[in-house]
């Protein structure tokens, strides 16, 4: 019996135990590995494995812009859309005033700015000429009534400014803005007697070509 002993000393436990199944495990146990369902968080909500959304970043070139910043609504041809605006007096002022003999409308960024400043005074210099072809002058900005009031005595100019606060005529027009949309736009219409536009510049950098342009067109017509 004790040569019996010793020899089953030799042998590992679990080989003298009866074959058991394997118990389930806990669900304890589980929740360990298993990985939670897709929720909502207050980052971004559900993770989803997708490409990656476009996102509409500036582009560096001026002519991928879009093309309502380069066409303007009011075109050669056509007649534009009626003002009321007040002028440096304060007064109301119709564009249908006008009618009966040519109009220049010019639409310009701001008073006392270098190029604005220059504008005006060579359609001041000028405006004998433009008094010559039975054309009247209007000068359209953002600015105040009492700015356009400084602006013209400073300048000692004689014709009309008005006062487009809020910019509603110019966008009325279509008026392009320069400089990728943070600058108002240098703009100027010719209209005839009969209230039909003949000429539409831009030209936001050499402004005193305006003058020269409205002049040539008015003394053909």
């Not at 806990?26 to 476009?54: A, D, E, I, Q």
């Not at 000429?129 to 002058?137: I, Q, Y």
């Amino acid at each position: 019996m004790a040569s019996l002993s010793l020899s089953l000393q030799k042998h590992p436990l679990p080989c003298l135990l009866p074959r058991q199944s394997p118990k389930p495990l806990p669900s304890s146990f589980h929740n360990l590995f298993v990985l939670p369902k897709p929720s909502h968080s207050h980052f971004h909500g559900t993770v989803k494995l997708s490409s990656p959304p476009s996102l509409s970043l500036p582009s560096s070139n001026p002519y991928s812009r879009k093309k309502t910043l380069i066409f303007a609504k009011v075109n050669k041809g056509g007649v534009p859309p009626s003002f009321t605006l007040k002028d440096q007096d304060g007064r109301n002022v119709t564009l249908s005033k006008f009618k009966g003999k040519p109009v220049v409308v010019y639409f310009y960024p701001a008073d006392e700015t270098p190029g604005c400043t220059k504008q005006a005074c060579a359609f001041r210099d000028s405006y004998e000429k433009f008094k010559k072809a039975g054309a009247e002058v209007v000068g359209i900005s953002g600015d105040d009534p009492s700015s356009h009031k400084a602006f013209a005595t400073k300048y000692r100019l004689p014709y009309t400014l008005l006062s487009d606060e809020g910019n509603k005529v110019r966008k009325e027009w279509g008026v392009p803005a320069d400089l990728f949309g943070t600058l108002p736009g240098r703009q100027t219409y010719v209209l005839d007697k009969n209230g039909v536009v003949q000429l539409i510049y831009n030209n936001q950098f050499q402004p005193e070509k305006h003058i020269d342009e409205t002049l040539k067109l008015l003394q053909s017509i």
